[in-house]
């Protein structure tokens, strides 16, 4: 079985993305009345949210899973 490594890429890159360790502490810009961090994490979320739901759909599921006793 091939080892998808790129998905693991994409999402250690969303991570760092949405991870906001390297915002300074005295960052003052705003959207829509919330930090600029807050709001890139939301936006990484939903990113996040969308590529899981895309690979869900995109790669079949073994769905006859046989038990042997």
Known sequence: MK???WICA???VLL???I????PE???SFVLGLPLWVVIAI???ICASMF???LLLRYPWDTD????E
């Open 65 to 68: 899973v046989t038990q042997d």
């Open 43 to 45: 936006a990484v979320s």
């Open 26 to 28: 005295e960052s003052t």
């Open 52 to 54: 899981t739901a895309f």
């Open 20 to 23: 906001p360790w390297y915002w």
């Open 10 to 12: 994409v999402y250690f």
């Open 3 to 5: 080892r998808p490594y």
């Open 16 to 18: 760092v993305i949405g």
